[in-house]
């Protein structure tokens, strides 16, 4: 089993509010991941479209996952925090929704920063897309990372 892998399994005990929402994590890289959402009664809005809470929380839960991969040979060592987020709702969002996250910035230059000032903030980006490949939601997530003392 790989560090990702590991982070990966975890994520969801960690952070039991994506498994409430329906959310899950497909894949877990260096600084990338992606996340499912499946739409339900309870992801569902007054118009039948996907919510924009369960939008948010499945770019969100990409969001961590691609920091947690960033950080994979510190991450029980920092204490990461979101923060700040924005979305930008594209296109009416209906059926299971794909989120692709990655991070601004290579892990080696964010591990250097931490190890040299032990903290560092960088920007996550997130795609959300529909079945049709059509993006639906653009988001970026800003985490701050410090070390634990």
Same mark, same amino acid.
Request: net charge negative; no cysteine; hydrophobic share 45%.
């Given at each position: 089993?790989?560090?990702?892998?590991? #982070? =990966?399994?975890? &994520?969801?005990?960690? *952070?039991?509010?994506?498994?409430?929402?329906?959310?899950?994590?497909?894949? &877990?890289?260096?600084? *990338?991941? +992606?996340?499912?959402?499946?739409?339900?009664? @309870?992801?569902?809005? %007054?118009?039948? $479209?996907? %919510?924009?809470? !369960?939008?948010? $929380?499945?770019?969100?839960?990409? +969001?961590? /996952?691609?920091?947690?991969?960033?950080? !994979?040979?510190? #991450?029980?060592? *920092?204490?990461?925090?979101? =923060?700040?987020?924005? #979305?930008?709702?594209?296109?009416?969002? =209906?059926?299971?929704?794909? /989120?692709?996250?990655? $991070? +601004?910035?290579?892990?080696? @230059?964010?591990?250097?920063?931490?190890?040299? #000032?032990?903290?560092?903030?960088?920007?996550? $980006?997130?795609?959300?897309?529909?079945?049709?490949?059509?993006? *639906?939601?653009?988001? /970026?997530?800003?985490?701050?990372? +410090?070390?634990?003392?």
């Amino acid at each position: 089993m790989t560090p990702f892998d590991m #982070i =990966k399994a975890q &994520l969801g005990t960690i *952070v039991p509010f994506q498994n409430h929402v329906g959310v899950r994590l497909l894949e &877990l890289g260096d600084g *990338v991941a +992606s996340a499912e959402l499946d739409q339900s009664t @309870d992801t569902s809005n %007054h118009i039948q $479209t996907q %919510h924009a809470g !369960a939008m948010f $929380t499945l770019g969100e839960a990409a +969001s961590g /996952a691609a920091m947690a991969g960033a950080m !994979a040979p510190v #991450i029980l060592t *920092v204490r990461p925090v979101a =923060k700040d987020a924005r #979305i930008a709702y594209v296109k009416i969002a =209906k059926g299971t929704l794909t /989120a692709h996250a990655k $991070t +601004s910035t290579p892990s080696a @230059d964010l591990l250097a920063e931490l190890n040299s #000032i032990g903290k560092v903030a960088f920007e996550v $980006t997130i795609d959300i897309r529909d079945a049709d490949q059509d993006t *639906v939601a653009e988001m /970026a997530v800003t985490w701050h990372l +410090s070390q634990r003392s």
